[in-house]
Nanobody, 122 residues
Framework: QVQLKESGGGVVQPGGSLRLSCAASGTIFSIKDMYWYRQAPGAERELVATIDSSGATDYADYVKGRFAISRDDAKNTLYLQMNGLEPEDTAVYYC????????????????WGQGTQVTVSS
């Protein structure tokens, strides 16, 4: 069974920084694309950033230049460095990953973490 667990959320003032982590555990043979999503109260879940297995990244326009996604495959961990935080960034942040969970390379499932709250407020 594979689990994703986020950490690093909290309360920060506007302009501040936070670093989120997402650790994958369980039977993992390979981690493919990894993602950060967020969901604000009353809003739909939205994609924040993507990183593929080669390290190529992509960002939503509203976080470009402020957020940086990275991964450490030796630790099965995904990161999101968030700088210049704004009140509009307040949301629950979720990690999501496509993971090969058996030795058979076509057996890939999508997994989600439980989320970590980020609140930006003065």
């Amino acid at each position: 069974q594979v689990q994703l667990k986020e950490s690093g959320g909290g309360v920060v003032q506007p302009g501040g920084s936070l670093r989120l982590s997402c650790a994958a555990s369980g039977t993992i043979f390979s981690i493919k694309d990894m993602y950060w999503y967020r969901q604000a109260p009353g809003a739909e879940r939205e994609l924040v950033a993507t990183i593929d297995s080669s390290g190529a990244t992509d960002y939503a326009d509203y976080v470009k230049g402020r957020f940086a996604i990275s991964r450490d495959d030796a630790k099965n961990t995904l990161y999101l460095q968030m700088n210049g935080l704004e009140p509009e960034d307040t949301a629950v942040y979720y990690c999501h990953a496509n993971i090969q969970y058996t030795i058979l390379n076509w057996q890939i499932k999508a997994f989600w973490g439980q989320g970590t709250q980020v609140t930006v407020s003065s």
